[in-house]
């Protein structure tokens, strides 16, 4: 994986690569979204709402990208520049014969349907398959967020079973349906780089 890129830049997006620079705005949309996210998520430590909270994950997240075991992105519009509007990560990166990581994504609720996720996710499956050498991507969605397993068919994810009990949101524990994607064009015998 060579080094990270500080942004990724779309038609209508820019992708900040997370930084404790951003404690401020990420922690305004934590905030702005603990409600609408609630459902999807696993409960959250009142520290995930403060700017302090937020520096501190962040400096974590920093840490774990240069480590090359994370990826994490900020997303903001064009018109917009300082303010957040949703988050992609990719973490668990395993390398060897594994050689995947796992996909989670979240966006502002005032933005959802104006296809700024989709927009997002393809440079970032695009920087995941090629400058990161990812062989494949896993996402785990629940059940019942048809919204975000028809994206994530849309980019090309295949649903591979259900995770049932996968994890305790929302007040109880909840079932996943299990999606993954694979580096398009990767040889069936291409060893892990």
Known sequence: MTAPPVELLTARLSL??????????????????????????????????????????????????????????????????????????LSQIARGPFCNAMLGYSIDAAHEGRGLMREALEAVLADAFGRVGLHRLQANVRPENLRSLAL??????????????????????????????????WPADRAPT
């Open 152 to 185: 994530l068919q849309r980019l090309g994810f295949e649903r591979e079973g259900l995770a049932r009990e996968y994890l305790f949101i929302d007040g109880g524990w909840r079932d996943h349906v299990m999606t993954a994607k694979r580096a398009p064009g």
């Open 16 to 89: 900040r690569a997370s930084d404790p620079a951003l404690a401020e705005t990420t922690a305004d949309y934590y905030r702005r979204n603990r409600e609408a996210h609630a459902r999807w998520s696993p409960p959250q430590a009142d520290a995930m709402f403060s700017v302090d909270g937020q520096r501190e994950r962040l400096a974590g997240t920093a840490a774990a990208i240069g480590a090359g075991t994370l990826v994490g992105w900020w997303l903001f519009a064009h018109e917009a520049p300082h303010h957040a509007i949703g988050q992609i990560h």
